[in-house]
């Protein structure tokens, strides 16, 4: 079963503003991750945030985690149209590498 | 950087026919993952492998098969496809987890496969 449900399934906002997904998940975590995935392509790795981090900064993403309640938030400052694209959270299950990823948010940035 | 190259970007196969995906990486990972994805599903994990020869089924296996003889690469069957394994198929790796086993490391994808079974 998929452990990480993205929300809003759907986003879209006009270039400059900001976009913000959330992630929630069921089980312990040892950290989640989040990724992009332009249409009809492979995932991109965006940044990883562990269970012991609060928030972390990449650029224009800032990712924070609340293990108390087991959710995490995606936020693009100054969004671009190239921004377009879905977004994945994924965690980890238990060790070796095996990730859940959630169904995505779906973000659509007009110029 | 990570290069996780699959053989087709698009592929048309016959009902009953064998198929294979293949997936190469470049980068020494020891783990490798093959997952489908379809409209409203998310992302599926069809099989992993940790290693060379080995590999343990994920959530969805049934009709699929994979075969890891070296360990840059690791391919995916389809003994005898069918209509409903339509979708895109998407190849990954990553390097072994954590020290300690905490966590799990990023997975670096492909491009993907759109596979159509008519």
């Known amino acids: 079963s998929q452990q990480g449900e993205e929300d809003p399934q759907a986003l879209s906002i006009q270039e400059g503003e900001n976009a913000t997904m959330n992630c929630s998940y069921k089980?312990?975590?040892?950290?989640l991750q989040w990724y992009r995935q332009n249409s009809g392509r492979g995932l991109v790795h965006l940044i990883l945030?562990?269970?012991?981090?609060r928030e972390k900064h990449s650029g224009r993403l800032r990712v924070t985690l609340d293990t108390s309640k087991k959710s995490s938030s995606l936020l693009i400052t100054a969004s671009r149209a190239a921004d377009t694209a879905s977004y994945f959270c994924?965690?980890?299950?238990?060790?070796?590498?095996?990730?859940?990823f959630g169904q995505g948010t779906e973000l659509s940035v007009k110029p | 950087d990570v290069k996780v190259t699959q053989s087709s970007r698009y592929l048309v196969k016959r009902t009953g026919e064998k198929v294979f995906l293949e997936c190469v990486q470049d980068?020494?990972?020891?783990?490798m993952f093959w997952y489908r994805q379809d409209p409203g599903l998310g992302l599926r994990l069809i099989y992993f492998?940790?290693?060379?020869?080995?590999?343990e089924k994920g959530d969805i296996p049934e009709g699929y098969s994979v075969s890891r003889e070296k360990k840059e690469r690791f391919s995916l069957i389809l003994e005898s496809a069918s209509t409903n394994q339509t979708s895109m198929y998407l190849c990954?790796?990553?390097?072994?987890?954590?020290?300690?086993?905490?966590?799990?490391?990023?997975?670096?994808f492909g491009p993907g496969t759109r596979l159509t079974v008519l």
């Open positions: 990954a790796s990553s390097p072994l987890g954590l020290a300690g086993g905490r966590g799990t490391d990023t997975q670096y």
């Open positions: 089980t312990s975590i040892n950290n």
């Open positions: 945030i562990r269970s012991n981090e």
């Open positions: 994924a965690t980890d299950r238990w060790r070796g590498g095996k990730l859940i």
């Open positions: 980068m020494d990972h020891e783990n």
């Open positions: 492998s940790y290693d060379v020869k080995m590999k």
